[in-house]
């Protein structure tokens, strides 16, 4: 079925070209009100197309899941593979997915239509159509009946870029930058970083969000452009004002932190808010940790916050060649030098953080080694209640003593025990985040509804917000 579809593509290369209109090429050039028009008035393909601007922000507009949703339905209804693509590509990843076995009916469909259209649209230049045949054949959810194949995918990725389609030239250009990491897989696909960063650049002046956020995932990392953390921060943020919530938890990481400047929790609680719907439980987790962080009457400065357990954060997404936003979960892989697996045929989703994420670089000062923190003296004979909740803060955050969290937890479960609410409020967030023990959210709600009932106010916001992950309401 695979070489049948390849030897297709060749021959209508030749002779398909009157046959079909270059449609993806007419809607990638108008305007977004044209489209919308078009949309209105029936036509299936700017439908499908539309949904594909919603799911990845593109002409402008901010990434929605339900309206893409919507036009793809409409398209989909009407048999049109671009329709029928787009309903699989949500199917995929939260709040309409995860459902493997829905995203497969809907690919299959594409891909198995019988009258070739698909593969007749992309043998003509079509570059929306390239970009769709780069995303099946790096599909696993249509394994066993196809086989992923990034050497061919990479083709129609490329052609999909030279013909103008800025989700297909994100895709070339992370292909050119980390080809490296697939090598082990005996790929030829060619790397050149420099030329990779170029596009990145080129399609972040059509503020596209995905662009932005790996031009900003370079500048943090350092590849292929000098490290800068401001330029970074820059880029993640255009591309969380935008919806893609990936970048949104990064951002709230920088303000929380003050990774660029002064902590600014508020701002850091905003975009955390911003990815809880598509983000769900790390994005629950996060604003529990940034409330605690506000809640804190101990003074502690920028540098003594980055320099403890709390810098860990979702890595910038690495890139992958088949997912949209939002963030699904990832297999735990091996990682290389640059940190991109090289134990599967293609690479995580560009779109999500994954299960195995490196930790965000705290922003060297220097300060460990100049001045390294001068151990304060434990105190012994503690009376079970505040004076343990605070040795227990103490070593959860590491201030004045090495970090230490089994100790954390060790004292705030003792706290906790005698009735005190914020030890069990700080249970909680250990067991949300797996900080220090399994993570387990029903452990976070036992310990956040036991410390709302002793009167924590930040507790009872946590039993709300992990209700409403479960409920939905």
Not at 26 to 40: F, P, V
Not at 216 to 236: C, P, R
Request: hydrophobic share 35%; charged share 20%.
């Amino acid at each position: 079925m695979v070489i049948k579809i390849k030897a297709i593509l060749f021959i209508f290369l030749f002779y398909g070209s009157t046959l079909l209109g270059n449609q993806g090429k007419k809607w990638i050039d108008e305007t977004l009100r044209e489209l919308e028009q078009s949309a209105e008035e029936g036509d299936s393909y700017a439908q499908g197309f539309l949904a594909l601007c919603y799911i990845h922000g593109d002409k402008g507009l901010s990434i929605s899941f339900e309206s893409a949703n919507y036009w793809a339905n409409l398209s989909a209804k009407k048999n049109h593979w671009l329709g029928l693509f787009a309903m699989g590509y949500l199917h995929r990843f939260p709040p309409i997915g995860p459902d493997p076995v829905k995203v497969g009916k809907y690919y299959n469909q594409v891909f198995s239509d019988p009258d070739g259209t698909l593969v007749k649209n992309g043998s003509i230049g079509d570059p929306v159509a390239s970009y769709v045949i780069g995303e099946i054949f790096t599909a696993e959810e249509l394994e066993p009946q196809l086989s992923p194949d990034i050497e061919f995918a990479a083709k129609h990725y490329a052609n999909s870029s030279n013909g103008g389609y800025g989700p297909g030239s994100v895709q070339h250009a992370l292909l050119m930058v980390h080809a490296n990491s697939i090598k082990s897989q005996n790929m030829e696909i060619g790397r050149d970083v420099s030329a990779g960063i170029n596009l990145l650049k080129q399609v972040v002046e059509t503020h596209l969000p995905s662009a932005h956020h790996f031009l900003g995932h370079s500048y943090f990392k350092g590849i292929g452009l000098e490290k800068d953390y401001q330029m970074a921060l820059v880029h993640f943020q255009a591309a969380a004002d935008r919806g893609y919530s990936t970048s949104q938890l990064i951002v709230s990481h920088f303000y929380a932190y003050g990774l660029t400047g002064p902590a600014k929790i508020d701002i850091a609680l905003r975009y955390a808010n911003l990815a809880l719907k598509q983000e769900g439980e790390k994005a629950a987790a996060k604003i529990a940790e940034y409330e605690n962080l506000l809640s804190s009457t101990t003074s502690v400065n920028n540098e003594e916050i980055i320099s403890t357990p709390e810098s860990d954060v979702p890595s910038p997404t690495n890139p992958s060649y088949s997912s949209p936003p939002p963030l699904p979960p990832s297999p735990v892989a091996a990682n290389t030098d640059q940190g991109f697996t090289t134990t599967q045929n293609r690479l995580p989703s560009i779109y999500k953080s994954t299960a195995s994420s490196e930790n965000i670089e705290p922003v060297p000062t220097g300060r460990e080694i100049e001045n390294p923190p001068i151990p304060e003296p434990v105190p012994t004979n503690l009376n079970a209640g505040t004076e343990k909740l605070e040795l227990a803060k103490r070593y959860y955050f590491g201030r004045g003593v090495q970090g230490d969290l089994s100790q954390a937890f060790e004292l705030f479960s003792e706290s906790a025990q005698s009735g005190n609410a914020e030890a069990a409020r700080y249970l909680g967030i250990m067991h949300l985040r797996g900080k220090g023990v399994q993570k387990d959210m029903k452990e976070a709600l036992f310990w956040f509804e036991k410390a709302a009932s002793g009167g924590d106010e930040l507790a009872v916001k946590n039993v709300k917000t992990l209700k409403m992950l479960v409920t939905g309401n």
